[in-house]
């Protein structure tokens, strides 16, 4: 992997996780978490207090129950969901002020959090255990490499889409092209640097590969996330997902079988809707 050196400056400069975030993370190694540390720690911070709660009680998250109180969110939503939620608040944050590149990076920050959601509809879809429920945070950040290029090398996505188009080619094999890297290379590194597990690297780092060379539950989900994203962003919930659309057999591994697709794009798009509204973003 060889990606520019603007490009790792800019991995160095990034906005390191907020500590409470970083408390959380040793979950996913499976080590023990302080919930009440963890309580006192978001009750510091109003920010992120309102965040918590505000994405909690939306319909995405499953909000039939009101909560009120931090205390309440960590215990009742565990400490993946709880991580997920944090993530999204902290991608949004990250935002450039008074930036020619923020709707780009606006569309970054929704693209990750539609494929959370997605991943999310699959579990709940599939009921298959083998996918770990970290997952949701590799789809969350599957394109975290593409923020970085924005910023840094000024790296246009529709110019991405548009060379694929005209010379056939993959998404990275056009960033390769145009960047001398791809934002899966990126992206990995980035989930180096702020010390992800190594499944969530990996199926950030491949998660454009179709038909992946070494597929796991993960890495599918992530694939067939990403895939539900793009669709959820391109067309009205009603029009279902596309039947064109070839995943390369991620969506049977996982067992999305019977029209398992079409309920997790419709159930992706409702709770994205939710999730918008909650920020306060137009539909």
């Known amino acids: ?13 990034l906005e390191p996780l907020p500590m409470t975030v970083q408390k959380l993370m040793v979950a996913l190694n499976g080590d023990e978490v302080d919930f ?32 009120e109180h931090v205390r309440e969110a960590v215990i009742r939503l565990g400490t993946i ?12 944050s990250m935002h450039m002020t008074n930036s020619a590149n923020r709707r780009s990076e606006d569309e970054l920050w929704l693209h990750g959090a539609t494929a ?7 579990i709940k879809e599939t009921r298959n255990r083998k996918i770990p429920e970290a997952s949701t945070i590799a789809a969350l950040i599957h394109d975290i490499g593409k923020l970085v290029m924005v910023r840094h090398l000024n790296a246009e996505m529709r110019a991405v889409t548009e060379k694929c188009l005209r010379d056939n080619m993959s ?17 990995a590194a980035i989930a180096h640097k702020w010390t992800f597990p190594e ?16 597929p796991n539950p993960m890495l599918d ?28 057999g991620s969506d049977a591994r996982i067992g999305l079988v019977d029209g398992g697709l079409q309920r997790v794009h419709s159930q992706t798009a409702a709770w994205m809707q939710a999730l918008k509204e909650s920020y306060g973003l137009r539909k």
């Not at 959370?116 to 699959?122: E, T």
């Not at 499944?199 to 070494?214: F, K, S, V, Y």
């Open 1 to 13: 992997m060889s990606i520019p050196d603007k490009v790792l400056h800019g991995i160095d400069r």
């Open 36 to 67: 009440n540390e963890i309580a006192e720690t978001i009750e510091y911070d109003g920010a992120i207090t309102s965040n918590i709660l505000c994405t909690a009680n939306s319909a995405a998250f499953g909000g039939r129950n009101q909560i």
């Open 81 to 92: 969901t709880l991580l997920d939620i944090m993530l999204i608040g902290h991608l949004r």
């Open 116 to 122: 959370s959601l997605a991943v999310k509809a699959i």
């Open 171 to 187: 998404v990275l094999e056009a960033e390769k092209q145009l960047f001398d890297c791809t934002h899966a290379e990126v992206g």
């Open 199 to 214: 499944p969530i690297t990996q199926a950030i780092e491949h998660h454009h590969e179709m038909p992946p060379a070494e």
């Open 221 to 248: 989900a992530v694939i067939v996330a990403n895939l539900v994203a793009n669709t959820v962003a391109a067309a009205p919930s009603e029009d279902g997902f596309p039947a064109d659309v070839d995943s390369a």
